[in-house]
């Protein structure tokens, strides 16, 4: 059993390899040197793998490159995969997620805030024009980040369910496979506008869906913790219990309902750890309590935050945990959060981690 850990940094994908158990790993040279690769998907429902990777080059532009052989070689289409048709008046400035979906089906978000949708396993791209023609859109803003489409989760058992969050604009919906769109915001607050309970307009840093009720969500808001258990319909705050509740990921267990862990930071103004500590809180019942890990990570004061896609977990028994930091640590638990151990330090800016055991 192989289990990968794919490592999207500022400068470049690493590829880390465990070939027991996790227990230890091998990291690659830079894939794409130089390049911020913002997004990473394993797609592992083939006869063998499938990585992707959103390559934000600055001189030839956005794309998304495809791998067959881990990281081996790469393919990438002559004519750019991502690009608004013409009459949208916008360029693709980010691929910012890729998420596989139903057989063949791709899903990226990109910046600006739009989805796009492959059936072709992720060779090539069509925009899905309802979201973009949003009577919405107008009024969707920028984050400190930028204006985009970094969530998008299929739903499990049908496929013509699609959750996707953005900054900002917050959560919206399709039922009918992307034909039509609702916001889904619901008791979600934005605290900086003059309504601080809007329809739309909410800074969303991340949704998860739990890993065994697929009715039910957790998100990290910019400024709040929330959780839904109809789909979206009504979210309540989950955030009483943690030290902070500013952050970025939330990553829910792979099949054990109610499991979820994230990393919370001081403020907006303060995005560092609570008390300079490096720790994973963790909740077993769905966010009505939290508890704090740490054994493992580092000891003395921690300066970095954890961005929104750079924490993650595999499908391995018991479920992998794994984040990275702005400072260029990979941290890895075999426990599911319990302890910790260092894959590896020293990289550039961790974007985003993806894993998977092949």
Known sequence: MTD????????????????????????????????????????????EPRLLAGVDNSHFGPSVSISDDLGATWQEPDMAPLAFPADAGAAVERVWQITPAAPGVVYAGVQPSALFRSEDGGRTYELVRALWDHPHRPEWGAGFGGQAVHTILPHPDDPSRVLVAMSTGGVYRTTDGGDSWAPANKGIKAYFLPDPWPEFGQCVHKVARDGADPERYYAQNHHGVYRTADGGDTWQSI???????????IVAHPRRSGTLWTFPLVSDGQREPVDLCCRVFRSTDAGESWHPHQAGLPEEPFYSPVLRDAMCADDAEPAGVYFGTRSGEVFASRDEGESWSSVATHLPDVLCVRAATL
């Not at 794919?6 to 590829?15: C, D, R, S, V, W």
């Not at 009483?240 to 952050?247: I, K, N, T, V």
């Open 4 to 47: 990968l850990l794919a490592i999207g940094t500022k400068k470049g994908l690493f590829l880390a390899i465990s070939e027991d158990d996790r227990r230890s790993w091998k990291v690659s040279s830079a894939h794409f040197p130089g390049t911020a690769i913002y997004a990473v998907a394993i797609d592992n429902r083939g006869k």
């Open 239 to 249: 955030a009483e219990p943690l030290p902070a509740d500013f952050g970025f990921p």
